[in-house]
């Protein structure tokens, strides 16, 4: 993976958290889980999966893994700061920073995942 696709889903993020225009979507997807929450997992899914795709080094994929999520989620975190300091119309939703947080860790998982099953994977 290349850090310009890692850079451009950051952006991506950035942009559609804090976009006043893009309103969250309240209703229900999966008993108790509303679409946004949802979104708010795959993204954050996909960026932790990014994350560890471009820093994975083989002497430390603890390491590697712990910053993947922790950054991913403090990314999220600062995200939904900012949708209250930043806009007037987004608010700040623990719900939305749990979501982003769970998102983080299926991310890693679903890259190891990919990593043991894929020969190309696993060769990285």
């Known amino acids: 993976m290349h850090i310009w696709t890692l850079l451009a889903c950051l952006a991506l993020v ?13 209703k229900q997807a999966i008993g108790i889980f509303t679409w946004d929450l949802l979104d708010h997992a795959a993204a954050y899914a996909i960026l932790a999966f990014l994350m560890l795709s471009v820093w994975i080094h083989p002497k430390h994929k603890l390491i590697t893994t712990l910053l993947a999520v922790m950054l991913s989620s403090i ?27 769970f998102g983080s860790f299926v991310g890693v998982a679903m890259f190891w995942y990919f990593r043991m099953i894929s020969p190309r994977f696993r060769n990285r």
């Open 14 to 26: 950035t942009f559609l958290s804090l976009n006043p225009w893009v309103l969250p979507d309240p």
């Open 75 to 101: 990314f999220g975190f600062l995200l939904e700061l900012g949708q209250f300091w930043l806009t007037s119309v987004r608010y700040f939703s623990c719900f939305d920073a749990y979501a982003n947080v």
